[in-house]
T-cell receptor
Framework: NAGVTQTPKFQVLKTGQSMTLQCAQD?????MSWYRQDPGMGLRLIHY???????DQGEVPNGYNVSRSTTEDFPLRLLSAAPSQTSVYFC?????????????FGPGTRLTVL | KNQVEQSPQSLIILEGKNCTLQ??????????LRWYKQDTGRGPVSLTI?????NTKSNGRYTATLDADTKQSSLHITASQLSDSASYIC??????????????FGKGTHLIIQP
């Protein structure tokens, strides 16, 4: 049982490039979400999904895209990277609605946009 | 607007000493309060989850308290160890409102244990 996995661990992009951050979980969790963590700020929700085929926006969705074709995978796409997207990105999953059950976080992807 | 405030921002203590971290919140309607430990370069890991009716919850040397009337929580670490050096994040869950997922995150307390 690997829990929540994320790849890559580190990434450097140039402004305007696109890329996909991968997230997978093997706990059969319905709920998955993406957060970004910046210095001096709490975790902020980017996008979330309540099940395969269903996604919705969080607090800071601009510049990011998601899809959920399977229960296991929830990739985050940066459409045209900007320096403001330099951050650490965490994927999380939980069995049911976040407010009721524990969230499990991945190890994070540290992204730098030059 | 739902908010979670943590204090202090950072704390340095000697190995073996006790410490207490604070969390004040204005989240309504309250569902539960969680404490997470985040080691440097890692994702947050859950320490405790407390509902409205729970006043105290322990996880080894970590003891969390909750006062739902004053909307305050504390995390007490007993006999600190070097491995306790980390950021501790308070997260409050609402049945509705808050973030789109109902969670409001504090900014965390950065704890350093010195030998």
């Amino acid at each position: 049982n690997a829990g929540v996995t994320q790849t890559p661990k580190f990434q450097v992009l140039k402004t305007g490039q696109s890329m996909t951050l991968q997230c997978a979980q093997d706990m059969n969790h319905e709920y998955m979400s993406w957060y970004r963590q910046d210095p001096g700020m709490g975790l902020r929700l980017i996008h979330y999904s309540v099940g395969a085929g269903i996604t919705d926006q969080g607090e800071v969705p601009n510049g990011y895209n998601v899809s959920r074709s399977t229960t296991e995978d929830f990739p985050l796409r940066l459409l045209s990277a900007a320096p403001s997207q330099t951050s650490v990105y965490f994927c999380a999953s939980s069995y049911s609605k976040w407010s009721e059950t524990e969230q499990f976080f991945g190890p994070g992807t540290r992204l730098t946009v030059l | 607007k739902n908010q979670v405030e943590q204090s202090p921002q950072s704390l340095i203590i000697l190995e073996g000493k006790n410490c207490t971290l604070q969390c004040n919140y204005t989240v309504s309607p309250f569902s539960n309060l969680r404490w997470y430990k985040q080691d440097t370069g890692r994702g947050p890991v859950s320490l405790t989850i407390m509902t409205f009716s729970e006043n105290t919850k322990s996880n080894g040397r970590y003891t969390a308290t909750l006062d739902a009337d004053t909307k305050q929580s504390s995390l007490h670490i007993t006999a600190s160890q070097l491995s306790d050096s980390a950021s501790y994040i308070c997260v409050v869950s609402a049945d509705s409102g808050g973030g789109a997922d109902g969670l409001t995150f504090g900014k965390g307390t950065h704890l350093i244990i010195q030998p």
